[in-house]
């Protein structure tokens, strides 16, 4: 979120943050100035872009909380570690999908994100992902078929390579 502000990515007037954790949207709020709700839909409904970073189980009940809703949301970004875009778009629908898995170092701004276009998604969504990515790191486009071994290595290559 930081970086993504600092870099003039986003403005913080332009970003809202939903999550279950009222102290950590009492956190977010106070630090970088956001919008919060503990409610999907709200931001579903007024979002242009959605940043999924939840748990891979609860792709589900969100998907069945947010059905129907009326949505301004032109592009869905994946951070949910082994859910195929195939599974994302059923969830989701004909909406442009993007699934994206960002490695450790992103963390400090050093990062390498692979994306992985879903069948909706046109060369300018593949452009906003990549903007929005940079801000921590590089970014790469790959097939869909390797992004299972990208998450297998995104948690565990930095480190061989810290300790090499």
């Not at 189980?57 to 082994?82: D, F, H, P």
Request: proline residues 4%; charged residues 15%.
């Amino acid at each position: 979120m930081s970086r993504l502000l600092a870099q003039g990515i986003y403005s913080a007037e332009a970003a809202i943050v939903s999550d279950v954790s009222g102290d950590r949207l009492s956190y977010l709020q106070q630090t970088y100035g956001v919008e919060t709700t503990t409610q999907n839909i709200e931001v579903v409904r007024t979002a242009q872009t959605v940043l999924l970073a939840v748990k891979p189980q609860t792709l589900n009940s969100i998907a069945a909380e947010i059905s129907g809703i009326r949505t301004v949301c032109e592009l869905w970004l994946s951070i949910l570690a082994g859910v195929t875009l195939s599974r994302l778009e059923q969830a989701l629908g004909a909406n442009p999908v993007i699934r994206v898995m960002p490695n450790t170092p992103a963390m400090v701004g050093a990062g390498m994100t692979a994306l992985a276009a879903g069948s909706h998604a046109l060369p300018h969504h593949l452009e906003i992902a990549e903007k929005i990515f940079t801000a921590v790191g590089e970014t790469i486009v790959v097939p869909e078929q390797w992004m299972d071994a990208v998450t297998g290595l995104s948690g565990s290559g930095p480190a061989f390579v810290a300790i090499a």
